[in-house]
Nanobody, 123 residues
Framework: QVQLVESGGGLVQAGGSLRLSCVVH????????IGWYRQRPGNEREPVAT???????NFDNSVKGRFTVSRDNAKNTVYLQMNSLKPEDTAVYYC?????????????????WGQGTQVTVSP
């Protein structure tokens, strides 16, 4: 019913910038919040930018002041702007969509992951 497709990853030198895109396809009305996560080599997936119940975006301390999130509702797209990139930002970046599906017994939690996009930052 819903798919998330990321793009925009690549290879960049330290100090450079990249903008990742996450496009929501399908029944977009089911998704209420989009967050960004990453999985660094040898590590578990971790949150980068998540949206709380009040609609505020919370950034991990490691990216505060360098990463921002924006959205274009007309394009069903959420962006992760990454500036002043560091080698330790190297990871596969995923967008995560959360929402609910109406059901007779009550709304069912919905969570969808994108396929991921590789970001590599060279020293």
């Amino acid at each position: 019913q819903v798919q998330l497709v990321e793009s925009g990853g690549g290879l960049v030198q330290a100090g450079g910038s990249l903008r990742l895109s996450c496009v929501v396809h399908g029944n977009t009305s089911l998704i209420k919040a989009i967050g960004w996560y990453r999985q660094r080599p040898g590590n578990e997936r971790e949150p980068v930018a998540t949206t709380d119940a009040g609609g505020r975006t919370n950034f991990d301390n490691s990216v505060k002041g360098r990463f921002t999130v924006s959205r274009d509702n007309a394009k069903n797209t959420v962006y992760l702007q990454m500036n002043s990139l560091k080698p330790e930002d190297t990871a596969v970046y995923y967008c995560n969509g959360q929402g609910s599906i109406p059901a007779r017994s009550g709304p069912m939690f919905l969570e969808v992951w994108g396929q991921g996009t590789q970001v590599t930052v060279s020293p």
